[in-house]
């Protein structure tokens, strides 16, 4: 069951953006990157959210290449807890896209300096329209996807995982904290590329289309 993409992620209602780098082995051996060992935890600011709904987005690419990501996005319907179940600590999924300034996120790693001029640009946040979460079990009995136009660009499975929801929410709750109306994008598989202006984006869960948008690259 869908609820409205607008209603349930504007500014008021998600507070953190919790997102997991590196947490699909193969997705981390394409970029060259080691596999890490804990959960690479960073953040977005809630200005970069903006709906898969269709609508066109206007992305800078005159900074590089900006490559896509799809992910798997879980929100807290209650304030985490020590010992709380990641079953009961969820209460709803989407599919989202962290957007990557390649180019600009290659030049801040080789400095050392922080991601965020890379990762939470205006727009990096697509998120499709809220599903109901299906538990632990149902996560991994489902292949999320996303096409580009009509061919397949990424499938992922949560299963594949190297770090599942549950240790995630123990990782980012003992301590950052995690919150109701705090969300967690759990990282992106194979498949990242740049993407090309006018394309179309459609994301798939389950083979059942769970939010779109169309892509301008601004020169």
């Known amino acids: ?14 507070r953190n953006i919790y997102c997991i780098g ?3 082995r193969l997705h981390a051996l394409e970029l060259g990157n ?6 690479m935890v960073f953040t977005k600011p809630t200005h970069s959210l903006v709906p898969m709904d269709g609508r066109e987005v206007e992305l800078p690419g005159a900074e590089g290449e900006v490559h896509f990501e799809l992910e798997i996005v879980l929100r807290a319907g209650r304030d985490w807890e020590p010992g709380l179940p990641a079953d009961e600590l969820f209460d709803a999924m989407a599919l989202g896209l962290d957007l990557t300034l390649r180019d600009v996120q290659s030049r801040l790693k080789e400095k050392g300096h922080p991601w965020l001029a890379a990762k939470g640009f205006l727009g990096s946040s697509p998120l499709g329209p809220w599903l109901t979460y299906p538990g632990l079990a149902g996560l991994n009995n489902a292949d999320f996807s996303l096409l580009r136009g009509a061919e397949v660009a990424q499938l992922g499975n949560a299963a594949d995982m190297i ?6 929410a123990e990782h980012i709750g003992s301590r950052y ?16 590329a ?9 994301a798939l869960w389950n083979g059942e289309p769970a939010g779109s948008l169309q892509v301008k690259l601004r020169r």
């Open 1 to 14: 069951m869908m609820t409205s993409p607008l209603q349930d992620y504007s500014q008021e209602s998600i």
């Open 22 to 24: 590196r947490n699909y």
């Open 34 to 39: 080691e596999v890490p060992k804990s959960p």
């Open 163 to 168: 770090f599942p929801p549950d240790v995630l």
């Open 177 to 192: 904290g995690l919150r109701r109306g705090d969300v967690i994008y759990t990282g992106t598989p194979a498949g990242v």
């Open 194 to 202: 740049a993407l090309l202006d006018g394309e179309t984006l459609t």
